[in-house]
């Protein structure tokens, strides 16, 4: 059984991996109506992977045999003043999921709840590397503001995609 306060902000974190996964989408066709393929191929990627994150959220409270809850979702800001404020935006919403999941990880600990922080030990890696690419994105972005094509080579020829990684919690449905 996985601690109460535990399970009861782990709902909550879904919604805000869906969420997440709602404004990189929102982002995502940003840069599609722009025309800039690379920085949309980036931003639905990480819209699938944020889904993913949410699922794994899921399939752990099914494994846990606790209630799963899917909040309800606010809209995602759909309207940037420049190609600078999206990735801005992303940058802003990882270090917010970091503190999330650092806060979850702290309530497992405290709870004594040993196999969900376990569980959590893998977000914890994965935002360290979330944020530390969207700071790098927002580096190359803000820099060459005024040349989308220089922006969309940085991308083709930086982001090369990312492997599975074995040690992914499962993915509920996959």
Known sequence: MAAPA???KLQEQIGHEFAAHQQYVAIATYYDALTMPQMAALFYAQ???????????????L????????PAL????????????????????????????????????????????QFMQWFIKEQVEE??????????VTRSKD????????????????ESDPTAPPIAGA
């Open 74 to 117: 606010e809209a995602p800001i759909m309207g940037f003043a420049d190609v600078v404020a999206p990735v801005q935006l992303a940058l802003d919403q990882e270090k917010r999921v970091t503190a999330q999941i650092n806060e979850l990880t702290r309530i497992a600990r405290e709870s004594s709840d040993f196999a969900s922080d």
């Open 131 to 140: 944020v530390a690419k969207m700071s790098d994105l927002l580096a190359v």
């Open 147 to 162: 040349d989308l094509e220089r922006i969309e080579d940085w991308v083709a020829r930086e982001e090369t995609g990312e």
């Open 6 to 8: 535990f399970v009861e």
């Open 63 to 70: 494994d846990a045999d606790e209630q799963v809850v899917i």
């Open 47 to 61: 819209a699938i992977e944020e889904r993913d994150h949410a699922m794994m959220m899921v399939q752990y409270l």
